[in-house]
């Protein structure tokens, strides 16, 4: 007889009411149908793919045992969320993740009651868990918080100072360690090495030390789910060192791919009377999905993919991306200079520093997620004579500002920053782009800060980098592909606080930072064409400013535009504030500031949010326009009166 269909459980399951409505029996079919879904629509989105295929059996087991959304379910990052949003009411718009108008490829609050908490910055999980629940516990409310928090999101000092705060919760919190044995890299550091020891060759307990353990701590029997195997009874041990001495009762490790070891361990620890309880976890990055298995660096982040081989949609041939620009550019400099060291938070191959790690391996340092350590680390080399390169995300460097202002640039150490994802990033989002630092860092004293026109920019511009010793120095670029020039054989020094005039006019100037300089020269070609002579300058340096170029632009042009992929306090900022000191704008002239927009801008593809944000040539083109109108506007009105 032919085998009759299962009929699919996820196509019933709309909530994780419905979830909680099964047998523990359906709960296999379920995860699997669950991660066949999860990879069906990453084939066709694109996004992160490894991390949620590794915390399917755990997206059910928690949603099955614990009552979401009473109980904050708060994911570390949020890249791993994917099959979570798939339970809880998003799988209609699973596959518009990650584009413009769709669901945010991270946690977020607004669209959904349970995304408690929003993320995509990691190791903010635990802080956020213990917070949802002191507050329920103040109020005599039902709820318990619970971080799902990776074992590379466990190495930066937040998840630290969260647990060392944590007693007070009790059993109102819960941290789940899922130890996957991954970053997007492979782990570093000591305390990867200290979860892989507990992992592979910790002393077990015996089963019966196991059950009369979690007998004394944990109400409910588990024996049945113990005795099924006995892997399980040699996995399942109480007494992680580390976690404990932090007052956690620890439980692990654990199988995250078995369900009949997850569903029963969860219940017990969600019946506790004691906490704060931490459960170690170990999956697979990439579970159930070969390719992904196979090589969990390259489907943490994904492009579209043929769903049976795993080939990934490649992108069409052209100029070289930006991080791999900087990175070869650096290892090339470091072969002459010994003193030239990199320095990456957890992001080798994103900031291009696998191509510096590949020629000097021994002055390279993947310090892990750790943007603080790795600044003020960055701060001590350089105190100690080394040229110092510290990579980082304009976004995650947020993190570290107090090390960027206290130990860099108040003691004036030589400290080069290579700020990668500067301004907009297209799919991941608010959370992610670099719309700040032009403002966090031009405001200091000491700093020197550079933003890149394009690759042939870069490349100077850590040349100069790597030559400034008198003081800390950033260079910022953006995400994706250079702009097609030609790579410098010899790179140049720069002067500091030198910009270039790229094209000279007479009657509007536009003066740009970084990337935005092409725009500004399509739109000087509009203007032209509409017979007004237009200068545009690429002023290279946020600060110093080029004060001389500035003053004869601002001077000598009828009106004057500045643009940057930055928020409001950046180069528009420091040249109003430079132009109203000197009262260059008491004359007449028109100066206007093209930034990013005062908002959080949502996830859409590049050249939407450009134009969202209003820095493309059409909103320059606009913005002069509009300068000069509201001038003859004023003529006419006052003629009129
Ligand atoms: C503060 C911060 N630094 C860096 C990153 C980039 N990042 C995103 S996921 C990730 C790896 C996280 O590893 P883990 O927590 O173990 O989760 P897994 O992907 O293995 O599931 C990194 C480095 C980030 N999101 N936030
Ligand atoms: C979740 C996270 O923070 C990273 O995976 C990030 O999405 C990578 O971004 P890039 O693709 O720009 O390297
Ligand atoms: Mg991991």
Redesign the pocket.
């Known amino acids: 007889m032919a085998d009759i269909p299962q009929t699919p459980l996820l196509d019933t399951v709309h909530t994780p009411d419905d979830l909680r409505r099964l047998a523990p029996e359906q709960l296999r079919q379920l995860a699997d149908e669950l991660r066949t879904e999860t990879i069906s629509a990453v084939g066709t989105t694109g996004g992160h793919l490894?991390?949620g295929l590794?915390?399917v059996e755990l997206t059910v087991a928690l949603h099955y045992v614990f009552n979401t959304p009473d109980d904050r379910l708060i994911w570390?990052?949020g890249?791993?969320c994917y099959p979570h949003k798939i339970l809880t009411g998003r799988r209609e718009r699973i596959r518009t993740i990650r584009q413009g108008g769709g669901l945010s490829g991270f946690t977020k609050r607004s669209e959904s009651e349970y995304d408690p908490f929003g993320a995509?910055?990691?190791?903010t999980s635990i802080s956020a868990a213990l917070g949802f629940a002191i507050a329920n516990k103040l109020a005599g409310t039902p709820g318990k918080g619970i971080a799902v928090?990776?074992?590379?999101?466990?190495s930066?000092g937040m998840a630290y100072e969260a647990m060392n705060n944590a007693e007070q919760a009790g059993n109102r919190l819960v941290v789940i360690l899922?130890d996957?044995d991954?970053?997007?890299a492979p782990?570093v550091g000591g305390l990867s090495a200290y979860l892989s020891r507990m992992v592979s060759s910790r002393e077990f307990l015996g089963v019966r030390d196991v059950l009369k353990k979690l007998a004394k701590r944990f109400p409910r029997p588990i024996q049945k789910a113990a005795q099924k195997t006995d892997e399980f009874a040699r996995g399942m041990t109480m007494g992680g060192t580390l976690f404990e001495e932090l007052g956690f009762y620890y439980v692990g490790p654990i199988d995250g791919h078995n369900l009949d070891h997850l569903i029963p361990v969860l219940e017990n620890v969600r019946d506790a009377e004691q906490g704060p309880i931490l459960i170690h976890v170990v999956t697979k990055?990439g579970k159930g999905y070969a390719p992904a298995e196979a090589a969990a660096d390259k489907y943490?982040g994904v492009q579209k993919f043929d769903v049976i081989t795993g080939a990934q949609a490649k992108a069409p041939p052209g100029p070289p991306a930006y991080q791999n620009v900087f990175g070869e550019t650096l290892a090339k400099e470091a072969d002459s200079d010994p003193r030239i060291c990199a320095i990456t938070?957890?992001?080798p191959s994103?900031t291009g520093l696998d191509r510096f790690a590949n020629a000097h391996p021994e002055r390279f340092f993947d310090v892990g997620?750790a943007?603080q350590h790795a600044v003020t680390f960055a701060a001590g080399l350089a105190a100690q004579g080394m040229r110092p390169f510290c990579a980082i995300?304009s976004t995650?460097l947020q993190?570290a500002y107090d090390q960027v202002v206290h130990d860099v640039a108040i003691q004036n150490l030589p400290v080069r920053f290579a700020i990668d994802r500067a301004g907009l990033v297209g799919a991941d989002g608010a959370t992610h782009a670099g719309s700040f630092d032009v403002t966090y860092l031009a405001s200091l004293p000491n700093m020197v800060v550079m933003a890149a026109a394009d690759e042939a920019e870069l490349v100077h511009m850590v040349h100069t980098c790597v030559n400034h010793d008198s003081g800390p120095i950033a260079v910022r670029y953006p995400r994706g592909n250079g702009v097609g020039v030609a790579l410098p054989e010899t790179p140049q020094l720069l002067e500091i606080g030198k910009g270039r005039v790229v094209r000279e006019g007479k009657k509007v100037a536009i003066l740009s930072l970084g990337t935005r300089l092409a725009e500004a020269l399509r739109a000087a070609d509009t203007l032209e064409a509409k017979g007004l002579s237009t200068s545009v300058a690429d002023l290279r340096f946020a600060k110093p400013l080029d004060e001389a170029l500035i003053r004869r632009m601002l001077t000598t042009h009828e009106v004057a535009v500045t643009i940057e992929e930055n928020a409001i306090g950046g180069l528009g900022a420091h040249v109003l504030t430079m132009a109203s000191d000197e009262g260059l704008i008491d004359g007449g002239l028109k100066l206007r500031t093209m930034r990013l927009p005062d908002i959080f801008q949502d996830q859409d593809k590049p050249e939407v949010q450009y134009a969202q944000a209003g820095l493309d040539a059409d909103a320059i083109v606009e913005t002069v326009l509009k300068a000069l109108r509201h001038n003859s506007a004023n003529v006419t009105e006052g003629a009129r009166a």
């Open positions: 490894g991390s590794g915390v570390d990052v890249h791993q995509a910055h990691s190791s928090i990776g074992d590379g999101a466990m930066a899922n996957n991954m970053s997007i782990p990055k943490h938070a957890a992001m994103g997620i943007e995300y995650f993190r």
